[in-house]
């Protein structure tokens, strides 16, 4: 296993084509495997980085709670805070303004293609120590209150 990737993606054709392309063997890590865990939403995403560690995030921007840049907060529960890439099929200036003023890694426009992300990935686990990036426990130390506030702002 090269490393852990959360992709939180509403679509479903577009989580299968993600779920594809970091599924298949990596010729850049000996062929090795990326291990992938799906989210459709932010609570999605925030339960499961609360138990499992992830080296990146892929998160799209449209979200069904929240815009994904709204999200990099929330879904960064862990002690170690993962490298963020947030996705989009429709750029603005003020959408790409918002993104930019997080903590975001890489910001891709899937009009870019696949390989561009794939690029973007590499670079991640490219800077990662092999040890970091190959973990054999998944426990992280979350925010309990984080899943809540995003109950509660979403009852709003």
Do not use: W
């Amino acid at each position: 296993m090269i490393g852990r990737i959360l992709i939180v993606e509403p679509d479903p054709k577009t989580a299968q084509e993600l779920l594809v392309l970091f599924q298949s063997a990596d010729e850049r890590f000996e062929g090795g495997r990326y291990e992938i865990e799906m989210a459709t939403c932010v609570s999605q995403a925030v339960e499961l980085a609360q138990t499992i560690s992830f080296d990146c995030i892929i998160m799209d921007v449209e979200l069904p709670e929240m815009k994904g840049y709204e999200a990099t907060g929330l879904v960064r529960t862990t002690n170690k805070l993962p490298p963020i890439i947030l996705t989009t099929d429709n750029n603005t200036p003020e959408m790409e303004a918002k993104v930019r003023e997080q903590d975001v890694f890489y910001y891709h426009v899937r009009a870019f293609g696949l390989d561009e992300l794939k690029s973007a990935v590499r670079s991640i686990f490219e800077k990662l120590p092999a040890r970091e990036r190959v973990r054999k426990t998944g426990a992280a130390i979350a925010k309990p209150v984080a899943l809540k506030q995003l109950r509660l702002s979403r009852a709003n």
